[in-house]
């Protein structure tokens, strides 16, 4: 059996949770993330017939009510930055917990999860920015928690990346 | 440090201001002086001044130079302590790790120890105490039962329960992630994947929170009755969930455990990348760590537990002499009833002290409930089945014998060899009676009675004998019955009634004879007629007197026969009389009356 730490990361209520939510096993209650500051969930996704158990670490976000531990991003295999594009500041956050987390090196896979597709885009929300990002590497999924669009492609594009199939 | 002196007499390059053809001769020179040295002491230049070389050359030396060094004096030492000093702490700051693991080794065993023993004495007194405030411990259990809600067995299982691992995670120290995962039956677990990480982000926090320092980590948790013992090791921990108190031991144990997983995974440890099948075979070894141990048994038995057994002795011991007891009695009872005459026993148990008898019992003997109840033997204790039988034995034959012919008391009865005799005497109808009576007496042979004296045959003798001696005197010449004889005559006829009641008696027959008498003067004939009269006036009183006139016959034999002889007034007179005797006596009675 195959298992990799994925660490969710994101700004305050970019839906890091609700992304996972409906995806995902989960025994703990969402009280953890107000507490300990970390929510764990499991994924298991097929690969080629193996399966592949993501084990989730749903993230506190990072801003002024909380406080970022970085200890919870030890051994981590993965990232999964999410934004929401409901507001544009969110991306700002991503970046910034990309330079922290994954560091400058980009030795570990990661991706961007544009979250609240189905929502209408903040104005300044710059889709030439995602370019961007997306031309230095960045590997950009839009997602849905809402409606589950493009959250099995997220996961499953990052445990391809992670087990190299 | 590169010499680029230019004065170094060895320089290749002369001064600057040198003509070209004097350096060449300079060199001819100097090839000619040293030429065989050059290539040496440019060797050796090189030596000194290529630093790598230098070290080289060094590194050759240093043990031997260190060893002399330091078997010489202490400067050396002196020299490096500094630098070892601060060698250490600069790698403790940057980064304490290779420190740690590098003597934990030596320090672990005893820190773990020490640590061990002082818990273990504290436990130890912990636990004296908790002992001795458990004297209403079983109350208590009943209490706590009732007010949780559990099954007394349950909460008595849990207290003897001294703990129990559950499970056993193996965890990537770094990543959280689960190893592996093992867990004891009838344990209902969450997802080990799950749990494994969250441990670890708690741990994390901790940590994080406390800002302790960076070996410090959160190794025992609390939740209810349950603990969770975490054990680290610098790529992986081991975290053990436990029920109850569990021992130093398996603190050591697991530690053990970690060790030597990390001894022999250290590679796969360090190099995980997510696969869990090469830490398959750690299972035994964690499987070995669920570990089970229930409080002993307490050897003290409780005082009920002996006032029960000794109540139970007491009881059987009492029951025992009971039955003993009962079983004796009912011995007594079948020995008396062996030893009883007239009883013969055939069969006989004793069951449950209750006396079963059969046999034969002649119907003389005692009644068998007479004999026991000389002895207190309970009548409800005895089942008896007789049959009844005339004893051959000579006390039962006699006993029978008195039954049977009911013997005067005047009589004496005595048995030898089926014999018996009589003795003694008796009325006359009882010894009559005797043959018939005795027929057919058991034990009894033949009847012995002639030595038995007939008391209504004597009685009759002396009657018959008495009555001779009577008369009833006259007066001279005169045939009425003078007053003065009329005594005489009621004794008389008191005598006749004894004499034909016994001849009635001895069914006889017998007839009284009055035989008158005169004395010798007058003539013969006138005396024949006067006796006649004088017999004839005694029959007419003693028939008078109601004696049958057919059973007297009178006769008057004048002065033939007399009484006496008359040579006196007094035989005279006796002779002037009537006598009486007893005639015509039939069978037995006439030669002396013995049957």
New interface residues.
């Given amino acids: ?5 994925i660490c969710m990361l994101g700004a305050f209520a970019v839906g890091k949770t609700s992304l996972v939510e409906r995806f995902v ?4 209650s969402d009280k ?1 993330l107000t507490t ?3 929510k ?3 994924k298991t996704v097929e690969l080629d017939g193996e399966s ?2 993501l ?1 989730l ?1 749903d993230i506190q976000g990072d801003d002024e009510l909380q406080t970022f ?1 970085t ?2 991003l ?4 993965g990232f999964i930055l999410v934004a929401d594009q409901t507001r544009a500041g969110t991306l700002d956050t991503a970046e910034r917990l990309c330079r922290t987390a994954v560091g400058t090196s980009r030795q570990t896979p990661f991706l961007l999860a544009v979250n609240k597709s189905d929502l209408t885009i903040d104005p300044d929300f710059d889709p030439v920015r995602l370019t961007r990002l997306e031309s230095d590497g960045w590997h950009i999924v839009h997602t849905s928690a809402k409606t589950g669009w493009g959250v099995d492609e997220a996961f499953s594009w990052l445990a391809r990346k ?2 190299g199939k | 440090m590169k010499s680029e002196s230019s004065d170094s007499p060895f320089s290749p390059g002369g001064p600057a201001d040198g003509s070209k053809p004097d350096r060449e001769s300079l060199e001819t020179l100097r090839d000619l002086i040293v030429g065989a040295e050059r290539e040496q002491i440019e060797d050796l230049r090189t030596r000194l001044d290529d630093p790598e070389t230098f070290a080289l050359e060094i590194s050759r030396v240093i043990p031997q130079a260190i060893l002399l060094r330091s078997t010489q004096d202490r400067k050396l030492t002196q020299a490096l302590t500094p630098t070892i000093e601060e060698a250490i702490k600069s790698s403790v700051n940057r980064n304490p790790q290779p420190i740690v693991d590098a003597i934990a080794p030596a320090m672990g065993p005893s820190i773990r120890k020490a640590i061990a023993e002082t818990i273990r004495r504290m436990i130890q007194s912990f636990n004296q105490a908790l002992e001795r405030s458990m004297s209403w411990q079983g109350l208590k259990w009943r209490v706590e039962s009732w007010r949780t809600g559990k099954s007394f067995a349950e909460v008595v299982m849990l207290h003897n329960l001294v703990y129990r691992v559950e499970q056993v995670f193996l965890i990537h120290r770094e990543s959280g992630l689960s190893l592996h995962h093992v867990l004891a039956e009838d344990t209902i677990a969450q997802d080990a994947d799950l749990v494994s990480a969250m441990l670890t982000a708690i741990r994390d926090f901790v940590h994080d929170s406390f800002k302790t320092e960076q070996e410090d980590t959160l190794d025992t948790m609390e939740i209810g009755d349950r603990t969770v013992w975490v054990e680290s090791g610098s790529n992986a921990v081991l975290a053990a969930v436990i029920r109850g108190t569990p021992p130093m031991e398996l603190r050591d144990k697991l530690r053990e455990t970690i060790e030597q997983i990390h001894l022999v995974y250290r590679e796969k440890l360090s190099s995980f990348g997510g696969d869990t099948a090469p830490f398959e075979p750690v299972r035994p070894l964690l499987l070995d760590c669920l570990q089970t141990q229930y409080r002993e048994k307490r050897r003290r038995i409780s005082p009920l537990f002996w006032i029960i057994v000794l109540a139970v002795i007491t009881g059987l011991g009492a029951g025992t002499v009971w039955m003993i007891q009962r079983h004796q009695s009912a011995q007594i009872a079948l020995d008396s009833l062996l030893s009883e005459p007239g009883i013969t026993i055939l069969n006989s148990n004793i069951r449950h002290g209750t006396l079963h008898v059969s046999g034969f019992r002649d119907p003389l003997a005692r009644d068998p409930s007479t004999v026991l109840a000389g002895l207190d033997f309970p009548s409800d204790r005895i089942a008896m089945k007789w049959e009844l039988f005339d004893s051959l034995n000579p006390a039962f034959v006699m006993k029978r014998a008195r039954h049977f012919l009911n013997p005067p008391p005047t009589v004496e009865l005595t048995l030898a060899e089926g014999i018996l005799h009589f003795l003694g005497h008796a009325p006359h109808r009882w010894i009559t009676e005797l043959p018939g009576r005795a027929m057919g007496l058991t034990g009894v042979h033949r009847l012995e009675w002639h030595d038995l004296i007939d008391d209504d045959v004597e009685r009759l003798k002396s009657a018959s004998a008495g009555l001779k001696n009577l008369m009833i005197c006259f007066d001279t010449g005169k045939p009425d019955l003078p007053l003065s004889e009329v005594e005489s005559m009621e004794k008389i006829t008191s005598v006749l009634n004894v004499i034909f009641t016994q001849l009635d008696i001895l069914d006889e027959y017998g007839e009284i004879e009055l035989t008158g008498h005169t004395d010798i003067s007058g003539t013969e004939s006138l005396n024949k007629e006067l006796s006649l009269k004088r017999a004839q006036q005694v029959e007419s009183h003693l028939i008078d007197r109601g004696i049958p006139s057919e059973r007297i016959t009178v006769r008057g034999v004048g002065s033939s026969d007399p009484v006496c002889s008359e040579d006196s007034e007094t035989c005279r007179q006796r002779n002037r009389s009537v006598t009486f005797r007893l005639v015509g006596l039939s069978g037995p009675l006439k030669d002396g009356g013995k049957s």
């Fill in positions: 059996m195959i298992q990799k730490k096993k989960s025994i703990f953890y300990v500051g970390v764990i969930d499991k592949v158990n084990i670490w531990r200890s919870y030890k051994g981590a295999s992670l087990t």
